[in-house]
């Protein structure tokens, strides 16, 4: 996410550092630098120019050239600044009592919107609340049935929450077009039905286009008015940059649209549609997603992602990760057969599970501080987990339980059943007796087996690299709504 963006900010700000004093012609050097990398990240230039400006007013009145630590000043400063770019706070989804809360969503083609519907559809009923999603998109062939296979993948992913789905297939358009007002009656039909059935929420999906034209806009201004929607959702795909963000505004312009979700982030975004769109349209960004994953899509936080654009990390999120895959009962569970040393292979495939759950490993890494900027040349093969779960999935009961019955011919037998090799099953079995036997040392041994331990850890090189990570250089490792006017 953002990575050359990322790597050019921080490289201008880094030029900064260990001067002990600057002048003001190395600030007005290094925002020289930070302009061009905003533009490349196509960022909309009246918003880079009055953030430049912005920021070196900040800077110089802010007495940086008599700074001890000027780099550190400077990096608040743009960080201060990005945060006000993308909005001073979180923008949250509020709820109506009783519902159900209408949210219509709406953008071009090929935005993620089908895809977002059941994401959010799913993030919402994670929340303890009932959903209703309708598929209003009458236009794109088969668009309803995507819908509907979408939303049974939701319902599935949220557990018991309860998840339905409302489409009307002989409403479709066939070669001759959709008939006259036919997303309106469906959107109707589809609100009478939330609020017969008590569902806490209606999602409407609309149609797109492949570009913005005026039959679009007034059918979206048809079912608006027809359904008077709490909040429109305008879903923007983060990869397009300006393209995205003109299209932003000329949405606002005809819906008076109510927040922005973008899109693909995890993908190669260059970052100007997240850093313009809430300056052009004036509406907040309330989600992001994140991942494929029916739990990828985050709520928006102005001042977390600024620091993740500046490489400053992301532990909030990292944690909120870790949070929502830990069973607490689960993780005392484990924590006491860690204490004795007890910890078997069928705990270690449980944690490696869970942790991707989370999501890419190289993504989870780039939220820690200081690590995003690393992990540009770090290549991970998330494969090499399949490899270790297939190895591990071809031991017995017992040589899980017990990997020291592991001997040769049983190396071969796993090598074997997982596709694997006898390097690879010996490499983990031993990295497996090394952890057991430095957490009995550290559990037992008080002050002295812990050094110990961490004495025989350094030794042996510590836990060696089970995650297939490749090409790192050797210092690589350093609530109310709002009146909406109705038209």
């Known amino acids: 996410m953002f990575e050359s963006l990322t790597e050019n900010l921080s490289g201008a700000l880094r030029n900064l550092t260990g001067r002990g004093r600057i002048s003001e012609s190395n600030v007005r050097e290094a925002m020289g630098t930070i302009e061009t990398a905003l533009l490349e990240a196509d960022v909309n230039r009246e918003i880079v120019k009055t953030f430049c400006a912005d920021v070196l007013q900040d800077a110089l009145g802010a007495e940086v050239l008599r700074s001890l630590r000027p780099d550190e000043q400077m990096i608040g400063i743009v960080h201060k600044r990005l945060v006000a770019l993308m909005g001073t706070s979180t923008s949250r989804l509020s709820f109506v009592e009783p519902g159900p809360?209408?949210?219509?969503?709406?953008?071009l083609q090929g935005a993620g919107k089908t895809t977002t519907c059941g994401k959010l559809a799913a993030w919402i009923g994670r929340r303890g609340k009932s959903v209703l999603v309708a598929a209003c998109d009458l236009q794109r062939p088969a668009a309803v049935?995507?819908?509907?296979?979408?939303?049974?993948?939701?319902?599935?992913?949220?557990?018991?929450?309860?998840?339905?789905?409302?489409?009307?297939?002989?409403?479709c358009a066939d070669q001759l077009g959709a008939k006259p007002g036919s997303a309106v009656g469906v959107a109707k039909r589809a609100l009478l039905k939330a609020r017969a059935e008590r569902f806490d929420v209606l999602i409407i999906d609309t149609a797109g286009r492949l570009h913005i034209d005026d039959a679009l806009m007034r059918e979206l201004e048809s079912v608006d008015s027809a359904i008077e929607a709490h909040e429109i959702l305008l879903v923007v795909d983060s990869m397009t940059g300006q393209d995205a963000v003109?299209?932003?505004?000329?949405?606002?312009?005809?819906?008076?649209?109510?927040?922005v979700i973008l899109t693909k982030l995890d993908s190669d975004t260059r970052g100007g549609a997240a850093l313009s769109v809430r300056q052009v349209t004036g509406a907040p960004i309330k989600f992001v997603g994140v991942s494929e994953h029916w739990d990828g899509l985050d709520e928006f936080d102005p001042e977390?992602?600024?620091?993740?654009?500046?490489?400053?990390?992301?532990?909030?999120?990292?944690?909120?990760?870790?949070q929502g895959q830990v069973d607490e009962k689960e993780a005392e569970?484990?924590?006491?057969?860690?204490?004795?040393?007890?910890?078997?292979?069928?705990?270690?495939?449980?944690?490696?599970?869970?942790?991707?759950?989370?999501?890419?490993?190289k993504?989870?890494?780039?939220?820690?501080?200081?690590?995003?900027?690393?992990?540009?040349?770090?290549?991970?093969?998330?494969?090499?987990?399949?490899?270790?779960?297939?190895?591990?999935?071809?031991?017995?009961?017992k040589e899980r339980g017990t990997p020291t019955l592991i001997d040769r011919s049983r190396v071969k037998r796993i090598a074997a059943g997982s596709g694997?090799?006898?390097?690879?099953?010996?490499?983990?079995?031993?990295?497996?007796?090394?952890?057991?036997?430095?957490?009995?040392?550290?559990?037992?041994?008080?002050?002295?087996?812990?050094?110990?331990?961490m004495r025989e850890m350094a030794a042996g090189g510590g836990m060696p690299n089970m995650s297939g990570a490749s090409g790192a250089r050797p210092d690589a490792a350093k609530s109310k709504f709002k009146q909406r006017p109705r038209r």
């Open 333 to 361: 569970k484990l924590a006491e057969k860690m204490s004795r040393g007890q910890l078997d292979m069928d705990d270690f495939l449980s944690q490696l599970k869970s942790i991707r759950r989370m999501g890419p490993l």
């Open 145 to 171: 049935d995507q819908l509907r296979i979408v939303i049974e993948g939701a319902a599935s992913a949220a557990g018991g929450s309860r998840i339905a789905f409302h489409g009307e297939p002989d409403q």
């Open 101 to 107: 809360t209408v949210l219509m969503l709406c953008g």
């Open 304 to 322: 977390r992602m600024a620091g993740r654009i500046l490489g400053m990390g992301d532990v909030v999120s990292l944690v909120e990760k870790v």
């Open 363 to 397: 993504q989870i890494l780039g939220l820690l501080p200081g690590v995003g900027s690393m992990m540009k040349d770090i290549d991970i093969d998330e494969k090499q987990f399949d490899r270790i779960e297939g190895m591990i999935r071809s031991m017995t009961k």
């Open 420 to 453: 694997t090799n006898a390097v690879e099953v010996g490499r983990l079995t031993k990295q497996f007796e090394m952890m057991q036997k430095m957490m009995k040392q550290m559990s037992g041994g008080g002050m002295m087996g812990k050094m110990n331990a």
């Open 246 to 259: 003109n299209s932003a505004k000329a949405f606002h312009q005809r819906l008076n649209i109510d927040g």
